[in-house]
């Protein structure tokens, strides 16, 4: 019997985005999308268009850059958001609309302060004004997860007629639980009398840690779509983790009568891109893609290993991308070499201006750190193009002192709105005497939300790659940086997380209310 196919819908670049201090710039977004775009992504959910006029242009230029995969762009049920979603994805070879309307009674009643059947014609409404701008229609019940099973019928029925070839059954809260939903699912299927025209999505949270199982679950019932993203990354506790999705089908063909078609060794890069450029790192006993994913410490599992891998492993590491992790350049390395290799991970670059830049960098870590990884050039690329855009701040010059006994001093020299400005300032260690330098300069009176250093390789040799997250009026940021001296990356992060406050001043949340 032939396998069903099961769409992989991926929502990092939009439903990923809202966790808080992971918003994306246009050109990183459209670095995973190419990355999603290799990996075989069947739909790539690339933001909320009518959101912020970032918001609108990262959408159109992802749509512009991938051509393998069909595009997408969330709106609300309201004419304003899906005429903006239309625009956004003309560029896309195969474009796609998503719009959404709450359906539980507590939101019906909270939030949208509608009455069901008004909710029903919204939506239908929606439905029939996005297909007249876009063949390809998805309709989600938000908070499905909660709502009532005759009202779900009812607007999943009315969604179909009105033209939506995909209805979207989210878990929008994490509530559910793997039987309760497959069952929502099932019945779903077999009550809706026109279900047949349509594909069946779900789109589950992990409040219960459960996104996955519940997805998984929804599979077996007769959905075959999954939304999920890379590294589970997403709002509150997460969406389901693409690759565990992708991974548990694969490898348990036994109990799955479907398949996808994702090319699984991108898997790893594509983890590690998302990694770096949100700067939420990867725990390292994470399923698939953390660091200890395929390690073994225990004697026993050592010793069955040495005998035959398959007494403890389950999976081929090499399979989803971990052979990656090898050396690539070092400091003899050509311009030629560099720009391959970068193409081999989906990096291009604009100009040969920036190439210039990256290759100037790639030479000066080269001479500092004699083993290079493809890792390093992920980090040394999002630094690049971090400078590129730096508007208001640049570190030109630091300088730090600091013994045994003695109050740290750090001096630092930023270039500020082109101008250089010098500050000093002691602190409790180097790192919070430099932030408090930079502070003595810009006066952002930003909180520092969280200060994180990863080892991007391995040896002592390797660049610290360092995530600082800061808050200001109800706005967070994450800023990155990495080199060989952690205290230069904690600057490096420090300012471009100051940057990013000043470049997105204006940026509000994807379902603010009042958009």
């Known amino acids: 019997m032939s396998k069903q196919h099961l769409i992989v819908f991926d929502t990092t670049l939009r439903d990923g985005e809202q966790s808080p201090g992971a918003s994306m710039t246009k050109d990183e977004k459209v670095r995973i999308a190419l990355m999603l775009e290799k990996m075989r992504v069947d739909v790539i959910e690339a933001g909320f268009a009518i959101a912020s006029e970032g918001d609108f242009q990262a959408v159109k230029a992802v749509a512009e850059a991938v051509k393998d995969s069909t595009i997408c762009s969330l709106s609300r049920a309201i004419e304003a958001d899906i005429s903006r979603a239309a625009e956004a994805i003309k560029p896309a070879n195969s474009g796609r609309i998503h719009t959404f309307i709450a359906t539980s009674p507590i939101h019906m009643k909270y939030k949208l302060q509608m009455q069901p059947d008004e909710v029903i014609e919204q939506a239908v409404r929606a439905v029939r004004f996005a297909r007249n701008l876009a063949a390809d229609v998805e309709f989600s019940c938000e908070d499905a997860g909660r709502s009532e099973m005759d009202f779900l019928c009812r607007i999943v029925e009315a969604a179909i007629d009105a033209g939506a070839r995909t209805i979207n059954i989210p878990d929008t809260v994490g509530y559910a639980i793997p039987e309760l939903y497959a069952e929502q699912i099932r019945t779903l299927i077999e009550r809706v009398p026109n279900s047949d025209k349509a594909i069946f999505s779900v789109h589950c949270h992990n409040d219960l840690g459960l996104a996955v199982a519940n997805s998984l679950a929804a599979v077996q019932a007769g959905a075959r779509q999954v939304e999920c993203t890379i590294n589970g990354l997403g709002e509150r506790a997460g969406n389901a983790s693409l690759e565990e999705l992708v991974m548990a089908v694969r490898t348990r063909p036994d109990v799955f009568n479907v ?31 953390g660091k200890n994913a395929f390690a073994h410490e225990s004697g026993i599992h050592q010793d069955g290993i040495l005998k035959h891998r398959e007494t403890y492993e389950i999976m081929k590491a090499e399979d989803v991308g971990w052979h990656t992790n090898s050396l690539v350049l070092g400091k003899h390395s050509g311009r030629n070499a560099f720009r391959a290799r970068l193409q081999e991970l989906g990096i291009n670059f604009a100009s040969e201006q920036e190439l210039n830049t990256a290759f100037t960098l790639f030479k000066q870590l080269a001479d500092k750190k004699h083993e290079i990884y493809d890792e390093d050039l992920q980090a040394l690329v999002t630094d690049t193009r971090a400078a590129a855009a730096a508007e208001y701040l640049q570190l030109v010059a630091m300088e730090v002192q600091s013994k045994t006994g003695e109050t740290p001093l750090a001096k630092v020299v930023l270039n500020v709105e082109g101008q250089e400005l010098k500050a000093e300032a002691q602190g409790s260690g180097p790192v919070d005497a430099v932030f408090k330098a930079i502070e003595t300069l810009t006066k952002s009176g930003a909180s520092l939300e969280l200060y994180s250093v990863n080892a991007i390789t391995s040896g002592t040799d390797s660049q610290g790659e360092v995530t600082v997250r800061l808050a200001l009026g109800g706005r967070i940021v994450n800023g990155l940086g990495a080199d060989t001296d952690i205290v230069i990356a904690s600057a490096k992060a420090y300012i471009n997380a100051l940057n990013a406050l000043q470049n997105h001043a204006d940026r509000r949340h994807p379902q603010e209310a009042d958009i």
């Open 259 to 289: 398949e996808t078609r994702i090319n699984p060794v991108y898997i790893v890069p594509t983890s590690r891109l998302v990694s770096t450029i949100t700067g939420f790192p990867v725990q390292p006993n994470k399923a698939i893609v």
